[in-house]
């Protein structure tokens, strides 16, 4: 398996601990968000999606040049 590869299953790992955190820590909150979220249109959630993938590209980017 090559360094990228591990890389990325690494990457995928950390999210799954900080979300996990997250629903364990904070349940009530995140129903609350969830709930408000299924209120927004498609278009709103895509946009937030495409802006916090876009976030975190760049930050992938800054962090590994």
Not at 9 to 38: C, K, N
């Amino acid at each position: 398996m090559g360094h990228g590869m591990m890389e990325l299953e690494l990457a995928l790992a950390l999210v799954l601990v900080v979300e996990g955190l997250t629903y364990a820590i904070f349940p009530e909150p995140m129903q609350r968000m969830m709930r408000h979220a299924t209120a927004l249109p498609p278009g709103v959630i895509r946009y937030v999606g495409l802006a916090a993938a876009a976030l975190g590209v760049f930050l992938v980017w800054l962090i590994r040049r």
